[in-house]
């Protein structure tokens, strides 16, 4: 399968973005769908991971009740609706299939990256949020 984020920009803290990632080759029924991001100089970090047909959705902590994952099966398309940004949000932002779990450490939900696994991975799109 092959993804194509898009819907990256600059926005003002507190304001809202919606991200998608559209994919081709295969439909997203099958696969885990995650959302991930990569802050300048930080190691990339889970955001969002959507089991297969959609069936649970699961956040990292620093987002829920801020970013909510919805799905078109029509147009192949996820989606990532971000409300409420703020400053430490800015990061590219990237969608992959089969390359995430949830899981928790500290006491902090997170979504973690799998690897050894042959997960497709968009192109990234910049979110920059200013305060």
């Known amino acids: 399968v092959q993804l194509q984020a898009s819907g990256g920009g600059l926005v003002q803290a507190g304001g809202s973005l919606r991200l998608s990632c559209k994919a081709s080759g295969s439909s997203l029924d099958f696969v885990t769908f995650g959302w991930f991001h990569q802050a300048p100089g930080k190691e990339r970090e889970g955001v969002s991971c959507?089991?297969?047909?959609?069936?649970?959705?699961y956040y990292a902590d620093s987002v829920k009740g801020r970013f909510t994952v919805s799905r078109d099966n029509d147009k192949n398309t996820v989606y990532l609706q971000m409300n409420s940004l703020k400053p430490e949000d800015t990061a590219i932002y990237y969608c992959?299939?089969?390359?995430?779990?949830?899981?928790?450490?500290?006491?902090?939900?997170?979504?973690?990256?799998?690897?050894?696994?042959?997960?497709?991975w968009g192109q990234g799109t910049l979110v920059t949020v200013s305060s």
């Open positions: 959507m089991t297969s047909r959609g069936s649970t959705i």
């Open positions: 992959v299939t089969d390359s995430c779990a949830p899981d928790r450490k500290d006491g902090i939900g997170r979504i973690s990256e799998l690897t050894g696994v042959s997960g497709s």
